[in-house]
Each structure stands twice: as C-alpha cells, then as structure tokens.
C-alpha cells in the first residue's frame, strides 16, 4: 500500500492537471512526453482515472473522482469488453 501511495503521489500533478485542462504532461519517472489518460465511469459522473506512460510502462490510478466535462472517458461496462491494446488505442 506504501508504494501504491508513493506512485499515486508522483502522479498527482499530473492528474490535477488532466482534470483542469486535459493535459497529461511529462512522466514523472523517465520525463517523457509520452504518455496518456482515461477516465472510467461507473455512474453518475463518477468513476477513476488511470495514467500512464507509454515510454517506461509507469502508471498510476485513483477511484471515486468526478470526472470533468469534456475529457477522455468511456464507461465502466464497456472498459470490461476491452482487452489491453484496444483500452490505449481508444485514449
């Protein structure tokens, strides 16, 4: 749980970020600008957001988040009928 946090914490402005303006900015770990997002909803314009690099393969989650208007989402049920690959191509 103390490196699950640690992980979380190295990502923060990066998902405070993602929420105010859509912008995932620079990995926190190998500072590349590869990288990307996804907010899933499970009802009600909540749900969690994932991060993460496409460079270095670092990423980070956070559940129970409103999730702003106009940003990257798809829905909890649909994100179950989706494997790996077809999940970073929709982002």
Not at 73 to 85: P, Q, T, V, W
């Amino acid at each position: 749980m103390e490196r699950e946090a640690s992980v979380r914490m190295k990502w923060r402005d990066n998902m405070v970020r993602i929420s105010l303006d859509g912008i995932v900015g620079k990995c926190p770990h190998c500072k590349s600008s590869n990288t990307d997002y996804v907010f899933v909803e499970h009802d009600d314009g909540r749900g969690y957001l994932s991060v993460w690099c496409v460079s270095c393969g670092q990423q980070a989650h956070i559940d129970c988040c409103s999730i702003p208007r106009n940003r990257k989402s798809i829905s909890f049920k649909d994100a179950l009928n989706l494997d790996e690959e077809r999940v970073v191509a929709l982002a």
